[in-house]
C-alpha cells in the first residue's frame, strides 16, 4: 500500500481507542482471502434451510441463511425479507439486535447473537426510515407522517420526539445514517411538482434529536442552476461528523452545513455512495460513477471503462478513483457501516439487466471489501462471497449489501435463483468473519 493513503500509518499516532480498532482490522489485512482480480465463477450451492449455512465454494467464507421466504403459490407473491439499504446500519450499538426490512414494508427484529428469534417491529409499515440510536441498544428513531418518534425494542411502544405541523410528510430520502454522535438527522417535507410532473421545490431541516427540535433555518430546495430541466431531489443527508448536509440531486451532489450555508459542489453525477471515513477527522463521499459519453473529456477518465468507484473528500481535497468495474452495466451498491473498521468500504455488484451477461465476469454478483488506500491502477480488494441471484427484474434483486460496525458480518440479500418473476421474493443472508 502507498504510504500516502495509507490508513494503517494514517491512523497509527491517533488514541488508543483508535488504536485498538485499528488492530481489529487486521482480519482484512492478513487474512486468506481472495485478493486478486480475476474471474473468479460461482460454483452451484444448495439453498440451506433457514437458519442453515454453507460455505461458499470459491472464497471460502461462511454464509447463513438468516430468513425463510416461504415459496410462492399460483398467483400471489410471496413477500420476503432483506437488508433495508446498504448505507443503513442493521445492528444496534451493541449489536444485539438485528433490524430487517420486510419486502412488503413490514419491519423485523433479530436477536443479534443467534440471528435468531425473529419478531414483527410494532410499528406502521411503510418507508419509516428506523435509525438505531448511537448510544441506546433498545432505541432506534423512525419518521411518520409529520413527525420523529423513537421506538422501545423491550417495551414495544413509540414516543413523540417532535412534530412539525403542516410539513406534510418527512423523509431523508431513506438513505441516510445517523452521524456518529447520533443526534442529528436531515428531513425534508412535502415535495411540490409543476403541472408536468416537474419538481419545483421543498423545504429540508435539520432536527436535534436530543433537544426535539429544530436546528438552524429552514432552507428551500430548488433544482440547482446546474441541473437540466425535470432535474428533482434525490436524498439529504447529515455527514458522520455532524458538521454538514448533502443534497443528492438526479445530476450532482451539494454540500451545506448543517445551518445550509453553501460549501461546494463534490460531485456532477448521481449514484449510488455512502460517507467513509478515510483519516483522522477526514471523511469522504465514496460513490459510484457511470461515465456517459458526455463525460469522456473529464480529467481522469479512464478510456476503457466507464464504471467507477471515486473518493471524494468533503474538504474538497484531491479526489482519487478507486476501482474500475470490469464491464459496461455492472450494478454498485457500497456501504461504510463499519464506522469500527475505518479505511474499508464494502461492495456489492449485480448485472443490471433482467438476464445475467454471458458467460463469466469477475466481480458480477459479489460482495467485496474495497480498501480506501486503492488508486484505479492498483486496487485491494478482498473477496467474500458469490450472491447467487440469477437475475435482476426488480429492486429488491439487488444485493444492497450491509456490514456491521467492526466488519465481521455483512448482510445481503438474494434470491438464490428461485422464483426471479416474484417482486417481492428475497432472503437474507449473512457472510460471517468472525
Not at 440451506?48 to 430468513?67: A, K, Q
Not at 431531489?233 to 438526479?250: E, G, N, R
Not at 474499508?344 to 465476469?361: A, E, I, L
Request: with cysteine; net charge negative; hydrophobic share 35%.
Amino acid at each position: 500500500m502507498s504510504e500516502t493513503y495509507n490508513h494503517r500509518t494514517m491512523f497509527a499516532a491517533e488514541t488508543l481507542e483508535q488504536r485498538v480498532l485499528l488492530s481489529a482490522g487486521d482480519f482484512l489485512d492478513t487474512g486468506p482471502f481472495v485478493s486478486d482480480s480475476d474471474v473468479h465463477d460461482a460454483a452451484p450451492v444448495v439453498q440451506p434451510p433457514g437458519g442453515g449455512s454453507y460455505v461458499d465454494p470459491v472464497f471460502h467464507t461462511t454464509i447463513r441463511r438468516l430468513t425463510a421466504t416461504p415459496s410462492p403459490t399460483p398467483g400471489h407473491s410471496s413477500p420476503g425479507t432483506v437488508p433495508e439499504y446498504s448505507k443503513v446500519q442493521a445492528w444496534n450499538c451493541d449489536n444485539s439486535r438485528l433490524l430487517l426490512r420486510g419486502t412488503n414494508a413490514d419491519w423485523w427484529l433479530y436477536d443479534g447473537s443467534t440471528l435468531s428469534g425473529r419478531k414483527q417491529v410494532n410499528v406502521a409499515c411503510g418507508d419509516i426510515e428506523p435509525r438505531w440510536s448511537k448510544t441506546d441498544p433498545n432505541r432506534f428513531y423512525y419518521l411518520s407522517e409529520d413527525k420523529v418518534l423513537a421506538y422501545d425494542v423491550r417495551t414495544r411502544k413509540s414516543k413523540l420526539i417532535v412534530r412539525f405541523k403542516g410539513a406534510g410528510n418527512l423523509s431523508s430520502g431513506a438513505e441516510q445514517e445517523l452521524p456518529a454522535d447520533g443526534r442529528y438527522f436531515a428531513v425534508h417535507g412535502a415535495m411540490r411538482y409543476d403541472r408536468n410532473g416537474n419538481f419545483v421545490s421543498t423545504t429540508a431541516w435539520v432536527v436535534d434529536l436530543k433537544k426535539r427540535r429544530r436546528i438552524g433555518p429552514w432552507k428551500k430546495l430548488s433544482p440547482p442552476k446546474y441541473a437540466p430541466a425535470g432535474d428533482s431531489l434525490d436524498y439529504v443527508a447529515i455527514t458522520p461528523d455532524s458538521k454538514y448536509v448533502i443534497a443528492m440531486w438526479d445530476h450532482g451532489t451539494d454540500l451545506y452545513t448543517t445551518r445550509w450555508k453553501f460549501v461546494r459542489r463534490l460531485t456532477h453525477w448521481a449514484e449510488h455512495a455512502d460517507f467513509a471515513q478515510y483519516g483522522p477527522g477526514q471523511y469522504a463521499l465514496v460513490i459510484a460513477h457511470y461515465r456517459g459519453s458526455a463525460e469522456k473529456n473529464d480529467p481522469g477518465d479512464p478510456e476503457n471503462n466507464d464504471e467507477t468507484i471515486e473518493l471524494i473528500p468533503l474538504d474538497g481535497s484531491r479526489k482519487r478513483i478507486l476501482w474500475l468495474a470490469p464491464v459496461y452495466n455492472l450494478g454498485i451498491h457500497i456501504s461504510a457501516r463499519n464506522t469500527k473498521l475505518p479505511g474499508w468500504v464494502f461492495v456489492s455488484t449485480y448485472w443490471d439487466g433482467t438476464d445475467q451477461r454471458p458467460g463469466p465476469t469477475p466481480f458480477e454478483n459479489e460482495v467485496f471489501a474495497l480498501s480506501l488506500d486503492s488508486t484505479a491502477d492498483h486496487p485491494i480488494v478482498r473477496r467474500l462471497a458469490h450472491v447467487y441471484m440469477n437475475a435482476r427484474y426488480d429492486y429488491w434483486d439487488e444485493p444492497h449489501a450491509t456490514v456491521r460496525q467492526d466488519g465481521r458480518q455483512i448482510l445481503f440479500a438474494s434470491n438464490f435463483g428461485n422464483f426471479p418473476a416474484d417482486q417481492d421474493y428475497e432472503d437474507t443472508y449473512l457472510i460471517d468473519l468472525r
